[in-house]
């Protein structure tokens, strides 16, 4: 059900320069950040027809933050995931034209890893109240025993 | 007995009366929605719970009495008066028995409506004088809902005061005694079933009991328009609300059950345990109130309104030229 | 007249600065007000974190102009308590005790689809009797799930009666569930690898005691919520997403299934034991709240189904895998998603080979249900709005993780 | 009250009319649901349905602070919530207690090590019977109530021991 690199490489080809490979995930596509929204509307647009984000996520790897879109297409049946990296206090571009189930995923990655939202109708804090530092980042640390112990 | 007494008793066994039906009405609806919803209902507090009610008013009269900042003082302080007094006023035109009756008013019929017609006055000012948004809107809704619901209440009402002729309580329990060929009950419900059915609905519209219990709905506007209140002043809301479906159940019994009358019971066993019948009845149609309760789901306001203008005005309205239509042609003999 | 309970609604909106009425999200329709040049002053009402009928902590800040809703904005947070940074500092097979407590209506998935990560990985054969168990085990918590969705769908709309009998209901499969795992709730019953124990004799008599009568209570609460006359004119058509909204806003699970969209991960990305099982998928067509109830409700019949073709065939052989007391699988990323009562339950994983994942993401179908409400609240009434947030059954505790 | 000004403080009238009270307090506990968390659907949910019903002892949901008497905090309280606790307490009328439900709201539970989450809802309001477990049965959430209720009557025991040895 893996969706067939060849197709993906050739949509994609024409937006950005792409590099596809296959890992224990499935079919990944890494492309640079700031054309994101213009890749995942090609991909929309495609053969492939990815008609539905799945799922938005980031993660930490040490020292940049890499955004992962799951997309997938129902009448195939296949899944695609789309990376690309930020810098740690870099501009994620808000994708919500191009699929509106951003929207509130968009938010919480850009609040929990340190990220300013770009072009999105509301970007304000979803989860954390104002002041509260990344707490995705890997700096952050969880309370130790002895914080907990003697709360 | 000198004049002054005279006049005082009956309002002291009024004001008794309606205490003590609260602490009953509210014990039995606890009871019967707990029994209704598989459970139990207070058990614990004196035999089958039954001292239930008691420890919730002293609860509430020990409670603190908050009057939240913001709120317009005095109209906070007179709206559960204004809600209470109307619904114990309601007690004294309604006939327990041939004699034992508060006052005894030729135009019952009308006062008794007058007066709860008024409630709905006391829920506006609760819910516009206490600053709160969910109370506000359950105010504008309660006003929206008795408008709309007090006119096909009094139409349905018309026809049996065209058949009896009179508005006095009394006369309109008695014209129901005896038997029609010797099987039927002189009851008016039977004759006058569509009337009875859009008294039923109106009189729900105007308790603001479920299925319209749009005021103080528990699921939308936290606790409706007496969100902001505490202790004895939610007490009197509380209290004037069950008293309230008391006065209406017993109207109910008085214009279409027959009041204190039993169809086959003769004269002399009647009379001295007529009052007993005639609040056996009004708890029966009570218990029907909160069975109602327990089970419909909540209409919305717009569907309220159409139900009401589009719907029951004019088929009362209908109901009403049909019946007097019918008085008419018998009108030499009576009705046969 | 300031209002105590504004304070609550104003503090993080207008600290952050951003909530200004006029700024809708151009994409979310705008109800053009003032026909008439009547302009009416519009009130901002917080269906605040603490209200009877939101399903836990939601506070939906709501723009009303009289009853309508011009404008409605989703605020949660109120129970963010960090699963997925928790999930970095746990072993894997402690992983599903968090996930307990993200979906804590239907605990079971959750584990499932944490566990099938992790076996992903390892890529460990799980023997056949542990996948029968854990779908037998998923559907009951389906059927209890369901069944809160029931009971809550009926308070929204104002019907006490049903929520109790749902209850009932609810505590006979809590009692199976307790019988198997031990727990009412945060079961902790599926383990990479398969599952902790085996079927205890006296879960199987209670599970047939209990077949014996739910059909007949399922036909009950089919006949007293949606029997009623009430129940259908508050529902039908009311709150309808069509098919492009509910795929564009990610919508999965009953609710895109009730706009006709045939997905299932039971049988498109077959998981545990629902090769061999016999089911069908219901399907909606105009996607309103009363198809929302109708498809449900057949799912709930459909789970029963499956239930007695589990107890039937369960096959013989142990529960656990020989899995190594303390996992550390290959460095990898992986995705394992799972048919949740309320959508698709997704768990990323990503290893580094050492005991505890590098990064544990959740995917809440929930969160997508209630973003969706943003876009179909505006224009419908107050009453309505409370209704569809029981309609699309989200659970808070999935939204914020 | 204004009957211990009227009949004195050791007046058998006023210790009788108190203990009266505390007796009605005890025995009709409104309790303002504020279901967080997991908790939520344990203790509120189940222990209000047909097998634990808590109307049997007289406790009743209601919706607003202004007519509870006791709030239930059945959940993990995190910083943004806290607020809202805060604000939710002070609302209530005063003879008010807490019931902290649940590892969460006692201690911060399975998530105490997530700076985001209060570490017990004492550090907010003060919290007068605590129930553990995660989440706690139905049965140990009416035991907890029973406890509150045993509280009350030593409250009240000690209030008119320490007046009458203030005698």
């Known amino acids: ?151 | 007995m000198s004049a002054v007494l005279s006049a005082i008793l009956p309002v002291l066994a009024a004001v008794a009366l309606m205490l003590v039906n609260g602490v009953v009405l509210i014990y039995m609806l606890r009871k019967v929605l707990g029994h209704l919803h598989l459970r139990l209902g207070p058990m614990h507090v004196g035999p089958k719970g039954i001292v239930q009610t008691t420890a919730d008013v002293l609860k509430l009269l020990s409670k603190e009495d908050i009057t939240p900042n913001g709120v317009d003082r005095w109209m906070y302080v007179l709206a559960p008066v204004v809600v209470f007094v109307p619904s114990l006023m309601a007690y004294a035109a309604i006939p327990f028995s041939e004699t034992l009756r508060i006052t005894r008013l030729d135009t019952g019929l009308l006062y008794t409506f007058a007066v709860l017609s008024l409630v709905p006055l006391g829920v506006i000012m609760a819910g516009w004088a206490s600053a709160n948004k969910y109370s506000l809107i359950g105010a504008l809704r309660a006003a929206a809902q008795q408008v709309a619901y007090e006119v096909p209440l009094l139409l349905s009402v018309i026809p049996v005061v065209m058949i009896v002729g009179s508005l006095d309580l009394g006369e309109i329990v008695a014209f129901q005694t005896g038997v029609w060929m010797g099987v039927v009950p002189r009851w008016f419900i039977i004759p006058l079933l569509p009337s009875f059915a859009i008294f039923l609905i109106s009189a729900l519209c105007e308790l603001n009991q479920t299925p319209f219990d749009m005021s103080e709905a528990e699921s939308e506007l936290v606790a409706g328009f007496a969100t902001e209140y505490s202790s004895m002043k939610f007490g009197l809301i509380f209290l004037s609300e069950f008293s309230n479906s008391f006065v209406i159940s017993a109207l109910a019994v008085t214009l279409f059950f027959g009041g204190w009358t039993l169809p086959f019971v003769p004269e002399e066993i009647l009379t001295p345990i007529a009052p007993l019948i005639f609040v056996l009845k009004t708890y029966i149609g009570i218990f029907v109130f909160m069975w109602i309760r327990g089970t419909l789901p909540r209409v919305r306001i717009d569907q309220l309104m159409n139900l009401g203008w589009k719907w029951l005005i004019p088929a009362s309205l209908a109901w009403i030229m049909l019946v007097g239509v019918v008085v008419k042609l018998t009108a030499p003999g009576g009705v046969s | 007249m300031t209002d105590p309970r504004d304070t609550v609604l104003t503090h993080a909106l207008q600290a952050e600065g951003t909530y200004d009425s006029g700024k809708a999200p151009a994409g979310i329709r705008r109800i053009p007000r003032g026909v008439d040049g009547l302009a009416t002053e519009h009130l901002v009402v917080n269906i605040g974190p603490q209200h009877p009928s939101t399903h836990g902590v939601l506070r939906l800040v709501v723009e009303l102009d009289g009853e309508e809703i011009m404008n409605a904005e989703v605020a949660v947070g109120y129970l963010h308590r960090g699963i997925e940074k928790l999930g970095e500092h746990r072993r894997y097979h402690q992983l599903g005790t968090l996930m307990d407590r993200g979906d804590y209506v239907s605990g079971i998935h959750g584990e499932l689809a944490a566990a099938l990560a992790t076996e992903q990985l390892l890529e460990v054969e799980v023997p056949a009797k542990a996948q029968w168990l854990r779908s037998l085990m998923s559907e009951i918590n389906r059927v209890a799930s369901h069944l809160v969705w029931y009971g809550t769908f009926g308070l929204d709309c104002g019907a006490m009666g049903q929520f109790l009998y749902a209850v009932r209901d609810r505590e006979n499969l809590l009692d199976i569930l307790e019988a198997v795992s031990g727990q009412r709730m945060m079961f902790n019953y599926v383990r990479p690898g398969g599952v902790v124990a085996d079927l205890p004799a006296d879960a199987e008599q209670k599970l047939r005691t209990f077949l014996r009568t739910i059909d007949g209570y399922l036909e009950e609460h089919d006949a007293l919520l949606g029997g009623n006359e009430i129940f259908q004119k508050r529902v039908r058509g009311v709150g309808a997403i069509d098919r492009t909204t509910a795929l564009s806003f990610g919508l999965t699970g009953a609710n895109l299934r009730c706009t006709g969209v045939p997905y299932d991960v039971r049988r498109d990305k077959p998981y545990a034991a629902y090769e061999e099982l016999q089911f069908d998928v219901p399907l909606g067509s105009t996607g309103d709240a009363w198809d929302r109830y109708l498809v449900r409700m057949e799912e709930m019949r459909q789970a029963v189904r499956m239930i007695r073709q589990c107890i039937d065939g369960l096959p013989e052989g142990d529960v656990m895998a020989k899995v190594p007391k303390v996992l550390r699988p290959p460095a990898g990323e992986v995705y394992a998603c799972v048919e949740s009562p309320r959508g698709e339950l997704g768990v990323h994983l990503l290893s580094d080979g050492s005991d505890t994942p590098y990064r544990f993401h959740y995917r809440a179908p929930s969160l997508f249900a209630m973003q969706v409400l943003e876009e179909i609240l505006p224009g419908q009434l107050l009453a309505d709005a409370i209704m569809l947030i029981g309609s699309v059954d989200v659970v808070l505790g999935e939204i914020d993780r | 009250m204004a009957l211990d000004k009227l009949m004195g403080e050791h007046s058998v009238a006023f210790v009788k009319s108190e203990q009266l009270f505390d007796w009605a307090r005890r025995n009709s506990l409104w309790y303002l649901a504020f279901g967080i968390a997991c908790c939520a659907i344990e203790g509120l949910m189940h222990a209000s349905g047909p097998r634990f019903d808590f109307d049997r002892m007289g406790v009743f949901f209601r919706a607003s602070p202004r007519q509870a008497d006791v709030m239930i905090v059945a959940g993990t309280v995190n910083r943004k919530m806290a607020e809202t606790v805060k604000l939710l307490y002070d609302q209530m009328p005063e003879p008010k207690w807490v019931v902290a439900m649940g590892a969460c709201a006692s201690t911060g539970g399975p998530f105490r090590e997530y700076p985001n989450v209060v570490l017990g809802v004492d550090k907010i309001v003060p919290v007068d019977v605590y129930i553990p477990g995660c989440p706690p049965r139905p049965e140990s959430v009416q035991y907890g109530f029973i406890q509150l209720q045993e509280k009350i009557k030593r409250q009240s025991e000690e209030r008119s021991a320490a007046r009458r040895n203030r005698r």
């Open chain 1, 1 to 151: 059900m893996l969706p067939d690199e060849t197709v993906v490489r050739t949509t994609l080809s024409g937006v950005t320069q792409a590099e596809v490979s296959t890992s224990t995930l499935g079919v990944v596509v890494r492309i640079p950040a700031d054309d994101a929204s213009s890749a995942l509307a090609a991909l929309k647009a495609s053969s492939l027809d990815f008609i539905m984000l799945v799922d938005l996520l980031g993660t930490d790897t040490g020292e940049e933050v890499e955004i992962t879109y799951h997309l997938r297409s129902l009448t195939r049946d296949e899944d695609l995931y789309v990376k690309c990296v930020l810098p740690y206090e870099g501009v994620l571009h808000s994708v919500w034209n191009v699929y509106a189930s951003a929207l509130l995923p968009e938010r919480e990655t850009a609040e929990l890893f340190g990220l300013t939202l770009a072009g999105h109708p509301n970007p304000a804090r979803l989860l954390t109240v104002d002041d509260t530092e990344p707490l995705l980042r890997r700096s952050v640390a969880i309370r130790t025993l002895e914080e907990v112990r003697d709360r």
